[in-house]
């Protein structure tokens, strides 16, 4: 267990700044984040507005930008910018679900084209010069391409690759199959292979681990959300819960939401978007369901949210 690495993975409308400065100052255990994606687009200057989110900011955590799109030209140019802004690895989404991405044959649409994908990873290899990294899925609609998929990836000196092992069409249904990289961990054995998919507890981390002990990278999404002393319990196989920390992480993320949102109601909604997955720590339903999520202001909200980490008790993990 010391001796693996645990990425954040990133997730739109959670991970960003607000969360991930509030996480590095009450947690530990997690080595590395890769940040939400940033969507590509044609143009002749890239605004640092766009990058809001990942502009260098001291990071207490090594952060990871990762872009979406299937445009060499538009990725290289990307990456030149970033390493502008001392970044040295630029990440690629091949694995986001949402229609309206893959229809324009982005994220995990794209993994229809092993051609197109190939053609692209050698511009983009021959142009940049920064580390180049990926996110898969282990297929669109079902996983008979993998195996194709996998002889390109294998071609090009990639950063890492990470497997989130479900299909695009999956969304997040479902479960991962744990097993899916068995058969290709041969093959990337001079890769830094990381494990992606339904991290949730220390068990679920050992389960993994046994089935593949020669992978020591891990990505871990929704479970350092519903539980951000997973890392920690993860890296030293105990329990971390700590109340008090809970409650003050909770506090600063809440500052931290209030003044990137241009609304109450965002950050109302934001908050909540957290507590879809916080609920998951705590046993009373009820409440979370009825005052949290039914709040119709921040103080009814906060009240609430407060009242239960200072008193509810704590769902088996
Ligand atoms: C709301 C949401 C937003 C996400 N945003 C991204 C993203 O920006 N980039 C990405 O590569 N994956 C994204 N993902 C996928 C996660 O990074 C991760 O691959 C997936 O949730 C499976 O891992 P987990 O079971 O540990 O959560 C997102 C997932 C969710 C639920």
């Known amino acids: 267990m010391g001796g693996d690495k645990i990425y954040m993975g990133p997730l739109r409308g ?6 991930r400065d509030a996480y590095a100052e009450f947690f530990s255990g997690v080595d590395v984040v890769l940040a939400p994606f940033i969507p590509l687009v044609t143009v002749d200057y890239i605004n640092p507005s766009r990058l809001r989110d990942i ?5 207490r955590i090594p952060l990871i930008p990762q872009v979406i799109g299937n445009s060499a030209s538009q990725i290289i140019q990307m990456a030149e910018v970033l390493k502008s802004y001392a970044y040295e690895e630029i990440n690629w989404n091949l694995g986001c679900p ?9 994220g995990s649409g794209l993994l229809l084209y092993p051609e197109e994908i190939h053609t692209l990873l050698s511009q983009v290899f021959e142009n940049i010069d920064i580390r180049f990294s990926l996110k898969t899925r282990t297929g669109f609609q079902d996983t008979s391409l993998f195996s194709e998929l996998a002889d390109v990836f294998c071609q090009f ?20 199959d744990k097993e899916f990289l068995l058969p290709y961990l041969e093959k990337f054995s001079n890769t830094e292979l990381i494990y992606n998919g339904d991290i949730f507890s220390v068990e679920d981390f050992e389960t993994l681990k046994n089935l593949m002990p020669s992978i020591s990278s891990w990505m871990i999404g929704r479970g350092l959300i519903r539980n951000p002393f997973l890392g920690e319990e993860i890296k030293t196989g105990e329990k971390k819960f700590n109340r008090n920390r809970f409650f003050s992480f909770h506090k600063m993320l809440n ?3 209030a003044k990137t949102s241009t609304s109450e109601k965002t950050h109302l909604n ?8 916080f609920r998951f720590l705590f046993n009373d339903r009820e409440t979370i369901k009825n005052r949290i999520l039914r ?15 200072k008193n509810s008790g704590l769902q088996e993990h």
């Open 14 to 19: 959670f991970t960003e700044r607000p969360f």
């Open 55 to 59: 502009l260098p900011n001291n990071e």
């Open 98 to 106: 949402m229609p309206k991405i893959t229809k324009k044959k982005r």
């Open 157 to 176: 000196p990639l950063a890492s690759l990470t497997v989130h092992t479900r299909t695009g069409s999956q969304m997040y249904s479902g479960t991962a």
């Open 255 to 257: 500052e931290n939401v």
């Open 270 to 277: 934001r908050m909540k978007g957290y507590w879809t997955q």
């Open 295 to 309: 709040a119709q202001s921040v103080k009814d909200f906060l009240v609430a949210a407060e009242e239960i980490i």
